[in-house]
């Protein structure tokens, strides 16, 4: 170890435990100074959205505490960053600084102008993995290309085994002197009006994290395998804002999941912790599939879809955006949306395919909402979510396949209490007619206080025409653009 003191650039790895760079760095020196900067203009058009400010500053708080506890203090400045670092390196004396790879294309091509300047400027940089279970570069098909389709990729993953045991928190943090004061957590969500209240649905933060990750594993793994697509059980983690912020790493969770899957407990558990395991592999995949493919946060990576004939029709994006289209599924995401900064994956899936594909709206648009409003805004996963259901992307599901909002409500709601719980102007409507209140008789409307296009509106588009709409254009793009 020597004497001097590094820094630790922390972004979306809000955590002390497996944090290779913080460990790294605290085994090296003497005295670490762990800094967050906040620089929204260097994020280009994907800056950080309302909700994820407002997660940002709840963790960030939890973080500084952790931190203290550990004898550090955090530091939170305002960039640009190039600036920001230069000036704590000279304050403190620091002679290396560490981070975590990233692999968003404005933060990627900024961690190499940051590294650049910084080895200009005498300091050392060390740029460590701590993100991901596998490096997007370490897998390839076996013509050595990078994969298009998921299963091979999940089955070379598999056979890559498991990365390296994840480490421990640092026992110390020790902090230079002369540390600048640098701006409150608060500051990153200032002037924020219409973000989720996420104190009341989350608690940001690593500890918050390692929370959700046991009730996971003890309560819920069991039936998750079975439960996962139901939006009206409580059957999936929730840990994705916190896997977004890196405040748990995916390591740690792959690595419980297949301690579960090897033990003896029963075999629901284990099928549990399988697709669990699987599902961190979407995650994977999908950061493989922008770092190979960085245009695609803003393009379609099948390129024909480049001509697509999108529609702009404001009132209809307005009603989708505010849960007003008509269809209690759509309906009840989009507003547990806007109140959690949350929704279920399958209800995603829903919303996403009802914007593409019925009301052909652009999926950069529909991304560019869940941007905004979601807590576990995640640049990859956003982006493969999107083109996946508008089937411009990876992987896609063929063209043809359009969720029908009613089935897909019924088979999944069954009992319709999602969609209650969130479109309360449905609550007194029998189950038989929650998916769909337009073909419900007028006694039954009348009884459930319902009056249509009043207390709840008709549906935005008629699903079967639109289907069919659809598939022309769709069909018609496949014939013209090969
Ligand atoms: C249109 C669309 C947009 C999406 N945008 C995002 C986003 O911005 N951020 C985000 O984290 N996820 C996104 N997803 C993926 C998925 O919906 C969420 O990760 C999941 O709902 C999170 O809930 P959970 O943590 O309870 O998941 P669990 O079922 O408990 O899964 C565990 C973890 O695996 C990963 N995961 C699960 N499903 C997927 C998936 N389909 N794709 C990629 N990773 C997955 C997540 O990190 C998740 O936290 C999007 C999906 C769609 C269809």
């Known amino acids: 170890m020597t004497a001097g003191t590094a ?6 790895d809000l955590r002390l435990a497996d944090s290779p760079a913080l460990a ?19 994020a ?3 800056a950080p959205g309302s909700a994820s400010r407002a997660w940002l500053a709840l963790s960030l708080k939890s973080l500084s505490s952790d931190i203290e506890g550990l004898g550090g203090r955090l530091t939170i400045l305002s960039g640009p960053t190039i600036e920001a670092l230069l000036t704590l390196a000279l304050r403190t004396g620091a002679s290396a600084v560490y981070w975590h790879r990233r692999y968003e294309p404005a933060g990627a091509a900024l961690d190499a102008e940051v590294a650049r300047q910084l080895e200009s400027a005498g300091l050392e940089v060390h740029v460590m993995d701590g993100s991901l279970i596998h490096e997007p570069d370490a897998l390839v098909t076996g013509s050595g290309t990078p994969f298009q389709v998921f ?7 598999l056979r890559a085994g498991m990365p390296d045991y994840p480490l421990p928190t640092p026992v110390a943090l020790p902090a230079p002197a002369n540390l600048p004061v640098g701006i409150p957590p608060e500051e990153v969500a200032a002037g924020l009006t219409e973000a989720p209240d996420v104190a009341r649905f989350w608690s940001p933060g690593e500890s918050g994290a390692r929370a959700l990750a046991d009730r996971f594993f003890h309560d819920i793994a069991d039936e998750y395998a079975q439960d996962r697509d139901r ?10 804002p916190h896997l977004a912020f890196g405040e748990i790493s995916a390591r740690v969770l792959r690595a419980e999941a297949t301690e579960m899957v090897k033990c003896n407990g029963t075999c629901h558990i284990k099928e549990g912790a399988a697709a669990f395991i699987r599902q961190l592999y979407w995650r994977e995949f999908a950061y493989h599939l922008l770092h190979h493919h960085p245009s695609t946060t803003d393009r379609p990576l099948r390129s024909r879809f480049d001509v697509f004939p999108w529609s702009r029709d404001p009132i209809a994006m307005e009603a989708w955006q505010s849960g007003m ?13 806007l109140a959690t900064g949350w929704m279920h994956n399958r209800v995603r899936m829903l919303v996403a395919s009802l914007l593409t594909k019925d009301l052909l709206l652009p999926w950069a648009d529909g991304a560019h909402w869940f941007w ?6 995640d640049l ?8 996946w259901v508008a089937g411009c992307g990876a992987d896609a599901a063929p063209y043809f396949r359009i969720f029908n909002p009613v089935l897909q409500g019924e088979r999944f709601d069954p009992d319709g209490a999602y969609a209650k719980k969130w479109v309360p102007e449905l609550e007194a409507l029998p189950a038989a007619w929650v998916h769909r209140p337009w073909v419900a008789p007028s006694g039954v409307l009348a009884s459930a206080g319902i009056t249509l296009g009043r207390e709840y509106p008709r549906p935005i588009v008629d699903h079967t025409s639109a289907r069919l709409r659809a598939l022309a254009i769709y069909g018609s793009l496949r014939d013209i653009v090969k």
């Open 380 to 387: 990859a996963n956003n982006t493969f979510g999107w083109q």
């Open 372 to 377: 905004e409003r979601l807590v576990d805004a």
């Open 325 to 337: 289209t008509g269809y209690p599924i759509v309906d009840a995401g989009m507003r547990e949306l």
């Open 231 to 240: 939006p009206d059980l409580d059957g999936t983690s929730r840990l994705s």
């Open 44 to 46: 280009n058009s994907w």
């Open 24 to 42: 790294t760095a605290a085994d090296a020196f003497g005295t670490v100074a762990p800094v967050f900067i906040f620089s929204p203009a260097e």
């Open 151 to 157: 299963t091979p990729f999940f089955n070379a993953s």
């Open 7 to 12: 820094i630790v650039w922390l972004r979306n």
